[in-house]
């Protein structure tokens, strides 16, 4: 999303912008996004500063690292970024957005607190049930 300074009124900007994920190359490898991410934006100037207040929801289809079943999860995440801008200027926040993103990914994602993983020995999902070596 590109914003033209000018463009500002005094009273601010109110705008919605939708990112296509697959451009924005934000992909880890246990991590697919697969929905655009939404964000919501007031934008305000003073002097020389541009104030972006954004409210960002960008759906994720991360992978467990217990059971490495896809599982569906979002980030939501809210963010002020602020830019010292000239009247004719025009700023991309794409990069700050891309990078808020990221940063509000898990760590370590988990489909749920109580995942049971696979069984190291053959494999098997304990969510879907118990194999012959776990018997509780
Ligand atoms: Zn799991
Ligand atoms: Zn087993």
Known sequence: MKISV?????EG???QATYDPTALDMARFDIRLDQACTVDVVITKADQELVVNTAIHCPL???CARCLEEFASSVETRAVFTY???PTDVVDIT????QEV????PMIPVCRPDCKGLCLVC???LNAGACQ????
């Not at 070596?133 to 509780?136: A, E, G, P």
Request: charged share 30%; aromatic share 4%.
């Open 84 to 86: 010292h801008v000239q």
């Open 13 to 15: 900007l109110r705008e």
């Open 6 to 10: 000018s463009r500002v009124p005094d």
């Open 123 to 125: 494999g098997q999902n």
């Open 95 to 98: 990069d700050d957005i891309r």
């Open 133 to 136: 070596h776990h018997t509780s």
């Open 61 to 63: 289809r991360p992978t």
């Open 102 to 105: 990221i940063l509000g990914y």
